[in-house]
């Protein structure tokens, strides 16, 4: 073990085979366990030299009664839904959340970690920029012990309880719609590649495609970084190829609506010549024209089950193992994929 | 003076007619002050029995270096833009942010003013819930010289600085544009009677009827509690009437895009039967079909204002005074009213 380490609670859970939540009955001298068994525990967190977390004690005993939320960015409706969700749930059991949004940004999330963790949140949800690499800020959370859950953008790298949408089904759901619909080349126009999103809905794109018998060699992925110029630029450069796709999946509603726009602009009929469907169900979709063929993450859904989660957690009604909870995503057919009828 | 009545600095400012800022660093023993100011002010102080509020001390002392925002809603693009306005001026400036949504729920505010308060925040920016109408706890933070500023859904009956924008004026742009284009019947399209939005936006929907010569008795006011459900039954009813409306103004974007609909529908061409225009330039209404005439609300501008502010109050920068910034508006005419050409 290394020196200055500090031995958690999940150290002795291994150890000793039992569940976190044992050992932490355990240590709080709980009445439900056996004696024997809290002997045993509290002899082993002895010998491992534990060191009941003062901090994470204090937290646990005197309540704040708030958690802390950490999200990208707050003008995406998809993370405004979340966050909805949570508070909707949170206040229900009597708790009020903070919100720190990171902008994208690794050092403000950290930054937004340190804040929440000094304001004495009992617990946080957090859902990472898109420039987080290293998760040594969550790796310290863990190790104090401070209670924590991921959303949407999570990382497998900490053994915490996590909640994610279906990317890839939902992909796969679209571009299936896409060819059912009669589309011969169907384009997957994604964002940055190393974006975890990126590549689950490469992933279903490509099964789609599969499926209907075209091989990944066939496939037609165009690279965007996301901002309007660079969607409008790779649109314009994918309308000037030789082997013009006749269908496009987007990776989000917002990059499908700037594509959306180049089309029309360029005399292209929707979706006679080329189909369209994105992914997120933004509220724009429903009402552009045509209207956008997507696929509807359930945001909302997924900050109630997170916030839910957290604080059954905190109430111990439920273990502290990690738990991975992945939503469904459905499709919403509309009229810019529609060639056939009540198809 | 009431019993248990906590004497504030700004009682002993008025008092002298001296300025806040003066009794402060009086009481701090700035060395900036003449000494038989000084003297004056402290003696003050104590004849008024005076009692240095210690946690606004330990806030100011101690900083946090986290400010506090309170809006009603994270899903309005309007306040997501003012949070991003607010946090990149307080990121530059060493600041953090933590932020809470109301709901448009006066009890949740109540509720986010004292999490924020607790959390040791050095400053609070408020924007009120739609259901606010007593201010207690605003005058609470007043009482304890807790610095907060109000941005856009404020109130006149607490002193502190503002930030709003010019709504009667927008709304008179808009109306003025519509009545250009050769509208005979403008509608104004409001929401709940009391909004003070409602009331300053139909302020300058009569004065552009007024300058075209179409008196008061002749305006046509249309209600709705801005439920998707109610703005397209009220659409209906106006529609159905005998003296049909050939323009309409909405009070926001949103309400403007719920009356586009039903009017696309009902088969009536947009802007030749009738125009519309809306309020806030959300990001749905430069790629509806036909665009939406907007007016343009500067809500990261707002959120930079706010937060700059609030900021050179907490750094002694500014006298405590409270100011007022009203930003302006601008028109952004789109497709759905041009009738002329280059009008």
């Known amino acids: 073990m290394k020196k200055g380490h500090q031995v958690t ?18 240590l709080k001298d709980s009445p439900e366990l056996h004696p024997e068994t809290k002997k045993r525990i509290v002899e082993m967190a ?39 969700g949570i508070q909707d749930t949170a206040y229900k059991r009597g708790y009020n959340i903070m919100i720190c949004q990171s ?22 949800l957090i859902s990472l920029s898109r420039e987080t690499k290293n998760y040594e800020h969550l790796m310290e959370l863990y190790n104090r012990e401070i209670p924590f859950i991921m959303f ?9 309880s996590k909640v994610t949408v279906d990317d890839a089904h939902g992909a796969y759901l ?20 190393d974006l975890y999103i990126s590549k689950k809905r490469k992933e279903g794109y490509l099964k789609a495609l599969s499926e209907f018998g075209i091989p990944a060699s066939e496939s037609k992925v165009y690279m965007t970084d996301l901002t309007s110029e660079k969607n409008r630029e790779v649109t314009l ?38 189909a369209l469907a994105g992914f997120t169900n933004n509220p724009t979709s429903a009402v552009i024209e045509p209207s956008l063929t997507t696929v509807s993450q359930p945001g909302y ?19 502290d193992e990690p738990q991975s909870f992945v939503l469904l995503t459905t499709l919403v057919p509309r009229n810019s994929s529609k060639k056939k009828p009540n198809a």
């Open 9 to 26: 609670m999940k150290e002795i859970a291994k150890k000793l085979g039992v569940s976190v939540s044992t050992v932490s009955r355990a």
């Open 46 to 84: 002895k010998s491992m030299n534990y060191q009941y977390n003062l901090l994470a004690q204090s937290l646990r005993i005197s309540k704040s009664k708030v958690l802390g939320v950490i999200v990208p960015e707050l003008t995406s409706h998809f993370f405004s839904s979340n966050i909805s």
């Open 103 to 124: 902008n994208e940004s690794f050092e403000q999330e950290k930054a937004n970690v340190r804040t929440l963790v000094s304001s004495q949140v009992d617990g946080l």
């Open 152 to 160: 949407d953008r999570v990382t497998e790298d900490i053994p915490v």
């Open 174 to 193: 679209a571009v299936k719609h896409l060819l059912e619909q009669g589309c011969k080349k169907v384009a997957y126009f994604s964002g940055p590649e």
């Open 237 to 274: 450069a994918m309308l000037a190829s030789e082997d013009r796709p006749d269908g496009i999946f987007a990776m989000i509603d917002p990059l499908a609506i700037d594509i959306m726009m180049v089309l029309k602009e360029q005399g292209l009929k929707i979706p006679e010549e080329i």
């Open 301 to 319: 859904e997924m900050g109630q089950i997170a916030a839910n989660h957290l604080l059954d957690q905190l109430d111990d009604l439920v273990p």
